[in-house]
């Protein structure tokens, strides 16, 4: 999909995806911010030319923009993200929109391409897992190290592979993903629930926290709230679904949205009340136990 079909997506579908509703102002439709907590409206934004304000900071732009605003990733992470959530939702822009990027396709130059992918084993990227408070073992278990190119420069990450065979890249510098961007799963045989996280630090904190390295139920990690359509077959067939999402308002936000739709919700996320998510939990109580051992 071409630059300029993809800018075409509604900015107000994306916000509806991750459980944001609005309010309209005349020709505009207001949004609470969902990178702090504002009293009143903040972000706004207005369809016919579908573009975003936040009127917090005076920054602005078109979809992409506030993709990268709001997940800070680069403009190739960002291409790529919303092309998997269009194209999971068969979305088809409309013919008579004209774009300045023309038809030019997701700057192909600046693609991450993956060279090597092979069990975790460079002792940075041990480090990091265990500066997250993530023990080897489950590490090892669940994540990869992926070398890869970007810009015309090698690098190498943690690798956390999605459904479609793309990963999720992190490392003490850099936080993007490769193409095609997709929710995980690991099916647990003759389970009737579903363990529900965000991101994959968070699946392995619980991991970590509950101290174990075999699930009882399904997991899904979204690795985006936005791609939480992607999961709705599988949380729709599930009797209970066990929320581990952040506790901000987008998380609060997503769990009441699927208690809406009338599904069987638990909401974990009240281990770690008090915090931003699980792997701030975690990290910052085992930070502690350091300190009064030491």
Not at 78 to 104: D, I, R
Not at 117 to 127: E, G, H
Not at 147 to 155: A, F, P, S, T, W
Not at 213 to 227: A, D, E, F
């Amino acid at each position: 999909m071409k630059i300029q079909d993809l800018k075409q997506y509604p900015i107000t579908d994306y916000l509806q995806s991750l459980g944001y509703k609005s309010k309209r102002e005349g020709t505009r439709l207001l949004y609470h911010s969902p990178l702090r907590n504002d009293s009143k409206p903040s972000l706004s934004v207005t369809p016919s030319i579908n573009v975003w304000t936040d009127y917090a900071n005076g920054r602005r732009g078109d979809i992409i923009d506030l993709i990268r605003y709001l997940h800070d990733f680069d403009f190739t992470t960002a291409c790529n993200h919303l092309q998997s959530m269009a194209t999971g939702l068969n979305y088809t822009p409309p013919k008579n929109f004209s774009s300045s990027f023309g038809n030019q396709d997701i700057n192909p130059k600046n693609k991450i391409t993956i060279d090597n992918v092979k069990p975790l084993q460079t002792n940075s990227l041990i480090a990091y897992c265990e500066s997250r408070s993530i023990p080897f073992h489950i590490a090892y278990k669940f994540l990869f190290e992926v070398h890869y190119i970007n810009n015309g420069k090698r690098y190498y990450s943690l690798g956390f592979r999605n459904d479609k065979s793309g990963f999720e890249l992190r490392n003490q510098h850099f936080k993007g993903c490769t193409h095609p961007k997709a929710i995980t799963t690991f099916d647990v045989p003759d389970s009737k629930g579903i363990y529900l996280f965000e991101g994959f630090f968070d699946f392995l904190s619980a991991l970590a926290f509950f101290g174990t390295s075999k699930p009882l139920n399904t997991v899904i990690v979204l690795n985006s709230l936005s791609l939480l359509p992607q999961a709705k077959e599988r949380l729709n067939k599930a009797e209970t679904i066990h929320t581990f999402l952040d506790r901000d308002d987008a998380g609060t936000k997503a769990v009441e949205k699927l208690r809406a739709d009338n599904l069987s919700i638990v909401d974990r996320s009240i281990i770690y009340d008090g915090y931003n998510d699980f792997n701030d939990y975690l990290n910052r109580h085992t930070t502690t136990k350091k300190h009064e051992k030491g």
